[in-house]
């Protein structure tokens, strides 16, 4: 079998951590070039993974019109994943794009009919749609163990947690938003793919911006994606809650990169009619059920899998049958839609209905 010519654009965190390892893993592919602005990163990708016949670029654009690649992981930051993504689609190739899809819903809207129109695939990185737990509390709760799931409650809140403050993370015209997109869209597109993809029919939203927007009198021990720029921007949101009703389960959410309170919580929970699970994020989970007259609470344990390796390979595969998996923009774009809700809705200060 012939091997998948990959392109990696960005060789940053993620690239480190999910992306490049996994393709030095899978027999199916080979990484055949690494682009990044600043070449020493790409260099040391190389290294590291031992890519030894990988070109290095630092312009995207010089890896088009090789009729050799087959598609493109995009590991970029998030205002740069609708123009890179649209760019490789339409030279042919197809598409891995980190999450979130977009900075808003047009751009995300636009990859997804640029995708159609030039017959590509396109996954999004909803690396917990490949979760072995995640996965678990799916087929439990389609089997109708825990009957009609009637309402969501999910928490992803840390104490202090703001990402390299002042870069592009908390720069809003760079990233789209704080937390809710940063964090919030991984536990959004978990509940949808839970609840298979409901209709959502209205949102209504507060996000915040509190603890981080006087820079220098935030105090943290220790910070992601860099140290604190403190010439730079602070304007997204470190906290934020909403309200989704759908033509099923409603869903209620808190999150927070930073709050007064220490205590992490990252959990979700769903209620049904029959039974209940409380997931503790890219954990396990508790079930309770009610059955033959009893209560029982049983902690699932699951075989461990990686989930970034699944995402992988199921790219390739889909690369490979041209069958849309699971993280396909198809699949996956509703939680750009709650996500460009929620902010409007705290922009008017009202509900946004979407039907």
């Known amino acids: 079998m012939d091997k998948i010519n990959i392109g990696i ?13 996994n393709y030095k893993n899978n027999e199916k592919a080979n990484v055949k070039y690494l682009v990044d602005l600043k070449p020493e990163k790409a260099e040391a990708v190389k290294t590291k993974f031992g890519f030894s016949d990988a070109q290095i670029f630092t312009d995207y654009k010089q890896i088009l019109n090789d009729k050799t690649l ?86 992803f809140r840390n104490h202090r947690s703001i990402p390299g403050m002042g870069g592009w993370f908390t720069t809003k015209n760079m990233s789209g938003g704080g937390v809710l997109i940063d964090w919030g869209v991984h536990f959004i597109d978990l509940i949808l793919y839970v609840l298979n993809n409901p209709s959502i029919i209205s949102v209504s939203g507060k996000t915040y911006c509190e603890l981080g927007k006087n820079m220098r009198e935030y105090v943290f021990e220790n910070m992601w994606a860099g140290p604190p720029d403190y010439k730079g921007t602070y304007n997204v949101d470190d906290f934020v809650t909403a309200f989704i009703r759908t033509d099923g389960a409603t869903v ?12 992490e919580d990252m959990t979700i929970e769903f ?19 009610c059955e033959n007259g009893k209560i029982e609470t049983i902690t699932q344990h699951c075989e ?20 849309k998996s699971r993280a396909n923009i198809d699949n996956v774009i509703k939680s750009q839609i709650i996500m460009d809700a929620i ?3 705290s922009e008017k200060n009202s509900e946004i209905v979407l039907r």
């Open 304 to 323: 461990p899998s990686d989930a970034f390796t699944l995402e992988i390979d199921s790219f390739l595969d889909s690369i490979k049958t041209r069958n």
């Open 70 to 155: 087959d598609a493109v992981s995009v590991c970029v930051p998030n205002y740069l994943h609708h123009q890179i993504s649209c760019d490789c689609m339409s030279a042919g190739l197809d598409v891995l794009c980190e999450k979130p899809i977009a900075i808003s819903y047009a751009q995300a809207r636009n990859m997804q009919e640029t995708a159609d129109k030039y017959s590509r695939i396109l996954n999004i990185g909803v690396v917990n749609r490949f979760d072995v737990y995640v996965n678990e509390l799916k087929r439990i709760a389609d089997s109708g163990r825990l009957g009609e799931i009637y309402h969501v409650y999910c928490s």
């Open 252 to 263: 209620s959410l808190n999150g927070a990169w930073a709050q007064n309170i220490v205590n």
């Open 9 to 21: 654009i960005g060789c940053g965190t993620i690239c480190n951590s999910a992306h490049a390892p």
């Open 343 to 345: 902010y409007k809705s």
């Open 271 to 289: 209620l049904g009619s029959k039974g209940g699970v409380k997931l503790r994020y890219r954990n396990d989970f508790d079930l309770t059920v």
